[in-house]
């Protein structure tokens, strides 16, 4: 059997860190939102139990052995379910890597999903969230095609209601951040006022894109201004290429800039610099 699936990318419109935890993650607060920028995976179940995988396209920075993602998804599984068969997983890779935009969990999604009707399992979206929390926090938020709330280390989701059609730019700068980093710093620098999506979810349910992008916030801007000196320049640039508000995806580097409609976003991008990696996207769910 072989089964191909597009994996979205999603923006955080909403992120706060309310602080560490014991277990040594952050409790945050987060709304993300899945968008129309994709990978294409595609696995082929094999006879033996390996898992073979490659990936082409925007793969530099995409390990090709156990350190994968997808492999480290597909072996949990093996392992959960007492699975014998292996697969051939083939990854078309576009969403850039250190991005902040969630493709390597999104990846990891639909790797899990594509088991489950490979390998003909009977298993729960509870039971499947349940284990893609253990590969990483964000994983889970990708099973739904749909904005959603993240609690505890993100790995609680709340899928929240369909909403009318966003668009965005992305800027993905050539340089990363550092995850661990751009944690490690944000509650030293946290101000104490701990924000609450509630505003925003209001915001989205009633469609206004001056009103959405007056509570967009990520806490994560705070370090990731500290330890990145070209982020106010991107920032200020896609606010003057037109953009309704721009912020940080995620612990970076992307940037997502909110627009009025596609005809404002194609005119956005074409104000920022042509050799940067520049993308018009809209927001994935209600067609």
């Not at 072996?75 to 390597?104: H, M, N, T």
Request: with cysteine; aromatic share 8%.
């Amino acid at each position: 059997m072989q089964i191909q699936i597009s994996t979205p990318a999603k923006v955080n419109l909403f992120f706060e860190v309310l602080g560490k935890r014991n277990d040594g993650f952050h409790e945050i607060v987060s709304v993300a939102l899945p968008i129309r920028l994709f990978d294409r995976l595609r696995m082929k179940t094999a006879e033996d139990s390996r898992i073979t995988f490659r990936c082409t396209g925007n793969s530099d920075d995409v390990p090709a052995d156990e350190n994968n993602i997808v492999v480290k998804t597909l072996q949990k599984i093996q392992e959960r379910f007492s699975i014998r068969c292996g697969a051939d997983v083939y990854l078309q890779k576009r969403i850039p890597s250190q991005a902040g935009l969630g493709g390597g969990s999104s990846d990891a999604a639909a790797a899990a999903r594509t088991a489950v009707r490979a390998w003909n399992l009977t298993v729960t979206q509870e039971e499947l969230a349940a284990i893609l929390a253990e590969i990483g926090s964000d994983c889970p938020i990708f099973l739904y095609n749909m904005p959603s709330i993240s609690t505890g280390r993100g790995e609680i989701i709340r899928p929240l209601p369909a909403i009318e059609p966003l668009w965005f730019v992305l800027w993905k700068p050539a340089e990363g951040l550092s995850t661990a980093d751009v944690y490690r710093e944000c509650m030293p620098l946290h101000n104490g006022d701990f924000r609450k999506p509630d505003a925003l979810v209001a915001a989205l349910a009633g469609g206004n894109v001056d009103a959405i992008g007056r509570e967009l916030f990520n806490r994560l801007e705070v370090p990731a201004r500290k330890l990145w000196k070209r982020f106010d320049f991107i920032k200020q640039r896609m606010t003057e290429a037109g953009c309704v508000a721009v912020k940080l995806c995620g612990s970076g580097t992307s940037f997502f800039g909110l627009c009025y409609n596609k005809e404002s976003a194609d005119e956005a991008a074409a104000n920022l610099p042509p050799n940067e990696q520049i993308f018009v996207v809209r927001s994935a769910g209600r067609e």
